[in-house]
């Protein structure tokens, strides 16, 4: 079961951070760029590579948004594909970002495609806006092969309350989607309580988050927005139980761009690359894990007073 995978691999590092690898070619380092020349669908891969190399013994999981590699064509989807592979060689847990939405005939190609096919990815982000029949035929792959899925709840992007914040009847939208959620999650309950569908609720709305976490008790939480996008470990502690389960928290930016502080970036190795990305990585999971510590002092302290 994708769930209990998920929570003992955040057991065993002692973190709930996933690299997330958006390779934008700008921000890929003249020490792999140059090596490769024209080649950019290998040098993404090499990229990705060196920052998965960095972080494997830190991380439970990687996140690949799937649009990066489609901007590069054929030679972009085969590094997807070999990022993939190499991040599943490494041990970890691979979410495809691909947040997919169609009738149910195409659902099943697209998780044909994603979850047995080329891609082979552990889980995947799905869009619910089609509604059930859209989100059925991956859920099937939930309960039968071990796969997992996030579906969008509330994003991290500034515009997300145009439509998720619409009142429905007497709650928001993303109230009512987190409902659906839970519901069609109740069945997939792992040995740690928690479920193979989650939801993607972005890092960047912790009232929200809060409000989220009482609706879906035992959904596992998918957390953009961290780092780049303004979010902090206080801003997910919400979102996690008192043994530091239920939730990831997924930082991109922040992790493959961390070398960008270095005197001279234009000039680091692939393994000062490494370095600043495994520092950036442990100082990630310290304030995360610190922010939930302090959260439980905080709520003892509350009952005691």
């Not at 921000?27 to 891969?45: N, S, T, W, Y």
């Not at 990815?121 to 035929?137: H, K």
């Not at 569908?197 to 989220?212: F, H, I, N, Q, S």
Request: hydrophobic share 40%; with cysteine.
């Amino acid at each position: 079961m994708f769930a209990d995978r998920l929570m003992e691999s955040i057991k065993k590092k002692g973190n709930p951070s996933v690299l997330g690898l958006d390779p934008r070619p700008g921000m890929i380092p003249r020490c792999i760029r140059d090596v490769h020349g024209e080649d950019l669908g290998r040098a993404v891969f090499e990229f990705n590579k060196a920052l998965i190399d960095a972080v494997a013994d830190l991380v439970p999981a990687v996140k690949l948004q799937i649009a990066f590699y489609e901007a590069l064509g054929l030679e972009g989807l085969r590094a997807y594909r070999e990022t993939a592979d190499y991040a599943k060689e490494r041990g970890l847990l691979v979410i495809g970002d691909i947040k997919r939405g169609d009738i149910s005939s195409t659902a099943e190609a697209y998780r044909d495609a994603h979850l047995f096919g080329h891609f082979r990815c552990d889980a995947v982000t799905l869009n619910p806006f089609l509604g059930y029949d859209s989100v059925e035929p991956f859920l099937k792959a939930c309960s039968r092969d071990g796969k997992g899925v996030f579906i969008l709840v509330k994003t991290s992007n500034p515009s997300s309350g145009d439509l998720q914040n619409l009142k429905v009847g007497d709650e928001y939208l993303y109230q009512y989607l987190a409902g659906k959620v839970a519901e069609w999650g109740r069945d997939l309950l792992g040995k740690y309580g928690y479920s193979s569908v989650g939801a993607v609720v972005g890092a960047t709305y912790p009232g929200e988050l809060k409000v989220l976490r009482r609706i879906m008790p035992h959904t596992p939480l998918l957390l953009p927005g961290y780092g780049a996008q303004g979010a902090g470990g206080r801003d997910v502690a919400a979102a996690f139980d008192d043994k530091g389960l239920g939730a990831v928290v997924n930082s991109s930016r922040a992790l493959a761009g961390a070398y960008l502080r270095a005197e001279k970036p234009e000039c680091v190795t692939v393994e000062e690359f490494k370095k600043y990305t495994r520092d950036e990585a442990l100082r990630m999971r310290d304030d995360i894990t610190d922010a939930i510590k302090n959260r439980d002092i905080n709520m003892q302290g509350e009952c005691q007073s």
